[in-house]
């Protein structure tokens, strides 16, 4: 995806629609702290974000590896061991499986990816 001109929305993951949480876990089906990227916040102090691109917008969820790790415990569409239950990735699938920016890797995990 051309991101040049998109906007990029800094916020945090609980803020956003049910809808694109539905999104991101897909995306995202083994949890989220291992795909933290560094980002430096507008009073220039690092932090942690994860990206998530859509057609429109690049959002930038702040969160530290400890909260990352919280949202999947805490969450249950992720079983114990914080793998997307596969009732719940099914129903996801269905329900997001028109748009263009997810795609099925084919790799081992499973993972989904934009392009």
């Known amino acids: 995806m051309n991101n040049d001109n998109k906007p990029r929305v800094i916020t945090d993951f609980k803020k956003i629609s049910q809808e694109v949480q539905e ?37 930038l969820f702040r969160m530290s590896i400890h909260q990352a790790e919280k949202l999947i415990s805490e969450d ?18 269905e329900r997001y499986i028109d748009l263009d920016l997810l795609l099925l890797n084919d790799d081992e995990d499973n993972i989904y990816d934009l392009s």
């Open 23 to 59: 999104q991101v876990k897909l995306l995202y089906p083994n949890g989220f702290s291992q795909y933290l990227i560094s980002i430096t916040n507008k009073e220039g102090k690092k932090a942690n974000a994860l990206r998530f691109e859509t057609e429109d917008k690049i959002y």
């Open 76 to 93: 249950s569409d992720y079983d114990e061991e914080g793998i997307l239950k596969k009732d719940i990735k099914k129903n996801y699938i």
